[in-house]
């Protein structure tokens, strides 16, 4: 099974092209930082870079609202290429094809976010006979001693 799940920033903004057939698509590139890492004692830590190409629908809706710097979770398959740089290093590339990206950073924060807003407004879930939803959307007090474990 091919399916990877990576949670980083935008490098730089979302590049968006079309195919000559008509269909949308959308390039960018994510740093994910590494958990450990020797260079943290540096206050810098090391990160790997991804490719993601997200397609059609997910692909106009990244282009319109996601912009560098702002965090993603991406969940999709990963493919490996390696080419030789025109340095003539041989170098290896890891791309993304994009099934589902999560926005991540909050709306307000990272630079200019003022038109920044979901791709579509969240369905209603059942809320499976525990109580009414919260008005708004907003999250319910829980005392502890009601969790059942």
């Known amino acids: 099974m091919n399916k990877v799940f990576l949670i980083g920033n935008l490098t730089r903004d979302p590049e968006m092209r079309t195919t000559q057939s008509g269909v949308s698509l959308c390039s960018f590139t994510i740093a994910v930082n590494r958990r450990r890492s020797n260079n943290a004692e540096a206050g810098q830590p090391e990160a790997d870079f991804f ?12 282009g319109r609202y996601l912009a560098k710097g702002r965090k993603v979770a991406v969940t999709g398959t990963v493919s490996a290429s390696a080419f030789v740089g025109q340095d003539g290093q041989a170098r290896a590339s890891l791309e993304v094809q994009a099934d589902d990206v999560e926005f991540l950073t ?9 038109a920044y807003a979901p791709a579509a407004p969240a369905a209603p879930r059942a809320n499976a006979g525990y109580g009414s939803a919260p008005q708004g959307g907003g999250f319910v007090q829980v005392d502890e001693e009601e969790l059942p474990f």
């Open 51 to 62: 490719r993601i190409t997200a397609w059609r629908q997910l692909g106009d809706i990244c």
């Open 106 to 114: 909050p709306k307000g924060e990272a630079g200019d976010v003022g």
